[in-house]
């Protein structure tokens, strides 16, 4: 049987693979043209036999930075600039959430806009870049190319504005007299104080923290007080009381009368109260006697230990 040509394709696979491994390691030593020839290489034999997608994404991300760093020493052609782009495009159609992808191409439409003369298809550039870079800061918020490509972007935009010809950008303050109309900045990303990802204002024992207080109606600071030990009761039972005697000296429709006295402590039952309580405590079978009105979880509770301990 004749092999096909290119031989089979698991050995045009390893072949790939040896080849990325040899552009990384030149990439590493910053020899990205060497580089870039390796990581074409290797794409043309995967698009030989129909591309291994982890192989492939690899391949592209890895020749986009070659590419990128040609752009961003301003050696780029616009060919190789509009085949960045088309690079990171497909990495984003196999692995849509890829920082680096939206970064890079955010980088080579960046960096086409700048060659293009006329403003309406460089407004659209800058545009499409805007995205492309907002995408990756939602994603990686800490790392300072994103945010410093986003600054410059921010820059050229607020140069421009809708449905101008072409001579402002050229000769600059030839219509200074008229409005410029900036684009809006996009409101920044929630990121959580806690583990520092988007998405997301707090998280885990934070999070549980201003939900208890909030809850409770006291300081966040005094929930986070922990007693010595699981045998202290701690000081969060007297913080409680002491918000809620200040709110009923301040306003004594703050709470139910009929629940707590001014003390903070539980008010007593009426006697017809209490005896229909205890007779719903001691009912075992439907149907269940029901109370004259709702009680706090605590009076009820009392009552069960006053009533079990006769």
């Known amino acids: ?83 960045l782009v088309a690079l990171c495009t497909r990495v984003l159609a196999l692995v849509p959430e890829s920082v680096k992808a939206f970064y890079r191409r955010a980088v080579g439409r960046h960096t086409l806009a700048r060659l293009e003369t006329d403003s309406s298809k460089k407004k659209d550039l800058l545009t499409q870049a805007k995205r492309d870079v907002m995408e990756a800061a939602n994603r990686d918020t800490a790392d300072p190319k994103i945010r410093e490509l986003n600054s410059k972007i921010n820059q050229e935009l607020k140069t421009l504005s809708p449905g101008e010809d072409g001579l402002k ?59 010595a030990s699981f045998e202290d009761d701690g000081t969060l039972r007297e913080v409680i009381r002491a918000e809620r005697r200040a709110r009923v000296q301040k306003d004594p429709s703050a709470g139910p009368s009929w629940a707590r006295d001014i003390s903070g402590e539980l008010a007593d039952l009426s006697e017809d109260e209490r005896e229909m309580l205890e007779e719903c405590l001691d009912s075992v079978d439907r149907p269940y006697p029901q109370l004259l009105r709702s009680l706090p979880l605590p009076q009820a509770v009392r009552c069960a230990e006053e009533l079990w301990m006769e």
């Open 1 to 83: 049987m004749t092999e096909a040509p290119g031989g089979d394709s698991s050995g045009r696979n390893i072949k790939a693979s040896h080849l990325k491994d040899e552009g990384n390691a030149l990439a590493t030593a910053q020899k990205y043209e060497e580089a870039e020839n390796k990581y074409r290489e290797g794409l043309s034999l995967l698009e030989i036999n129909g591309a291994d997608t982890g192989l492939e994404e690899g391949l592209r991300l890895n020749l986009a930075l070659c590419l990128t760093n040609k752009a961003d020493t301003e050696v780029a052609s616009k060919e190789e600039l509009e085949e």
């Open 169 to 227: 950008f050229k000769f600059g303050a030839l219509y200074s007299d008229r409005e410029t109309e900036t684009a809006a900045e996009p409101a920044a990303p929630t990121v959580c104080s806690v583990c520092a990802r988007p998405g997301h204002e707090l998280c885990g024992k934070e999070r549980w923290l201003h939900v208890r207080a909030q809850w409770l109606g006291v300081p966040v600071e005094k929930v986070a007080e922990e007693p």
